[in-house]
Nanobody, 124 residues
Framework: QVQLVESGGGLVQAGDSLRLSCAAS????????MGWFRRAPGKEREFVAA????????RYSDSVKGRFTISRDNAKNTVYLQMISLKPEDTAVYYC?????????????????WGQGTQVTVSS
């Protein structure tokens, strides 16, 4: 079992930056590919970014590429999502997820554990 707790969400203005954190506890953190997903009001949950067991192996959705950076600190059992140049369309609940695999996936149903989510609201 892996427990995931997100933090760092809030209300910001367009163009601002925000960093989300996801603290993991339970089984060995460095066995898991970690991902961030988001669900905007009235929409399906969508892939945002993921990082494999190796911190340098990352993937991003086209909508956030160049603005968001995912990173992990295996010593702290924590994954981060640094977000810059935020836009109103980034408003969503952001979820952290863990996948017991070295392969990055963008599919919701291929992640084994999920956090409760943290709200990010970007005003125009």
């Amino acid at each position: 079992q892996v427990q995931l707790v997100e933090s760092g969400g809030g209300l910001v203005q367009a163009g601002d930056s925000l960093r989300l954190s996801c603290a993991a506890s339970g089984r060995s953190f460095n066995w898991y590919t970690m991902g961030w997903f988001r669900r905007a009001p009235g929409k399906e949950r969508e892939f945002v970014a993921a990082v494999s067991l190796s911190p340098g192996n990352t993937r991003y959705s086209d909508s956030v590429k160049g603005r968001f950076t995912i990173s992990r600190d295996n010593a702290k059992n924590t994954v981060y999502l640094q977000m810059i140049s935020l836009k109103p369309e980034d408003t969503a609940v952001y979820y952290c997820a863990a996948r017991r695999s070295v392969v990055i996936s963008t599919a919701n149903n291929e992640y084994d554990y999920w956090g409760q989510g943290t709200q990010v609201t970007v005003s125009s």
